[in-house]
């Protein structure tokens, strides 16, 4: 008797499905965990001191906020000592591009005469500031006796509080107990009312700023023109290179990477100088030597408080100064500078 065995199909197990690969993230965590431990903090501190208040601004600039309109309810006591709370009518609002509108086309503020005023005070002061300040440098980098007390003397404005310059330039410049116009007296001419014309207020603002700004550009030339290889001024002497022909074709180009960042560095800082132009001009005469940063101050703070103009002045500004910035990097690229 034969028996037929029937056998059994062997069940087929199922693939392992490997995990996912951890996302970009991820893989940057587990492999700098401690670095990131470290930037948190910073991240914080940088959320709470500056992209808040930079969010808010913003947000700010598209309303009509002001000190008068700002309380949301009216409370009045009544007899028995109650308060008794409306609604104000009269409360901000949003307004969209309303500020920018009317700021741009004059309607309020003095947006267009602070902005050309500024232009001129940020390039004139950036140009000579760099100048004089490259010019020192090269005189300081060469061999000559009491070189170090030289440059400790050229440093040494940038280690006065800049307050403290302020009031300094200005009791100089004045009218009737200022050095200068002693000086001017000295020599025979007349004394100069240095803060009732506009050009000559802004002078001396401009002087001021000059004199605080050099100290800076001394240090970063200085430091660019010891990194130029001294083989090179070697190499020129031996062709017959001119002193002249050695700046033009080898200080300067061995500078230019130093050059383009100290640049860009004293234009946004010149360009946003508030305590020059508030301590030493006061926007004398009428408020002609004003520049936007003082501008958007005292529409934040003098009088009834513009919160919503001082914010569009903000916006306004960062926008220009992100511009310039721009477009200086694209330039910078087309001259084969890295950036």
Same mark, same amino acid.
């Given at each position: ?27 940057? @965590?587990?492999?700098? @965990? ?16 500056? /992209? ?7 947000? &700010? ?22 308060? !008794? ?10 307004? *969209?591009?309303?500020? +920018? ?27 000579? !500031? +760099? ?17 170090? /007390? ?7 404005? @940038? ?34 009312? $240095?803060?009732?014309?506009? @050009? ?10 000059? $004199? ?13 023109? !010891?990194?130029?290889?001294?083989? &090179? +001024? ?5 062709? *017959? ?12 180009? *061995? ?8 640049? &860009? ?28 940063? !003082? ?45």
């Amino acid at each position: 008797m034969s028996t037929a065995t029937v056998g059994r199909r062997t069940p087929t197990p199922e693939p392992v499905r490997e995990p996912a690969p951890p996302g970009r993230l991820r893989r940057s @965590w587990d492999k700098h @965990w401690y670095a990131w431990a470290m930037v948190t903090p910073v991240v914080i501190v940088l959320s709470v001191l500056v /992209f808040y208040p930079l969010a808010r601004g913003i947000y &700010l600039s598209f309303t009509d906020l002001t000190e008068a309109n700002q309380q949301r309810e009216l409370c009045t006591p009544s007899i028995t000592g109650e308060l !008794t709370c409306q609604a104000n009518p009269n409360a901000w609002e949003f307004v *969209g591009l309303d500020n +920018y509108i009317q700021v741009l086309s004059g309607q309020i503020g003095q947006f267009w005469p602070q902005f050309w005023t500024t232009i001129i005070w940020t390039v004139t002061c950036v140009v000579f !500031t +760099y100048g004089i300040g490259l010019g020192l440098a090269v005189l300081l980098n060469r061999p000559m006796r009491g070189r170090s /007390f030289y440059r400790v003397l050229l440093i040494l404005p @940038w280690a006065v509080p800049g307050f403290v310059s302020a009031f300094s330039w200005r009791f100089m410049f004045n009218h009737d107990f200022g050095v200068v116009n002693a000086l001017l007296k000295a020599v025979g001419l007349d004394p100069v009312h $240095w803060f009732d014309d506009k @050009w000559t207020a802004l002078s001396t603002a401009i002087i001021t700023n000059i $004199w605080l700004g050099v100290p800076f550009m001394i240090v970063s030339l200085l430091g660019g023109l !010891t990194a130029i290889p001294a083989e &090179l +001024y070697e190499a020129a002497t031996i062709d *017959g290179a001119t002193p002249w022909q050695k700046f033009k074709n080898v200080t300067l180009p *061995g500078l230019r990477p130093v050059s383009m960042t100290v640049l &860009l560095l004293g234009t946004i800082w010149t360009f946003n100088m508030f305590p020059i132009i508030f301590l030493v001009t006061r926007g004398q005469p009428a408020g002609q030597t004003e520049i936007l940063v !003082t501008g958007a101050y005292r529409a934040a703070f003098e009088g009834i408080r513009n919160y919503s103009l001082a914010s569009t002045y903000g916006v306004l500004i960062l926008s220009i100064l992100l511009v310039f910035s721009v477009f200086y990097r694209r330039a910078l690229r087309k001259q084969g500078e890295v950036w």
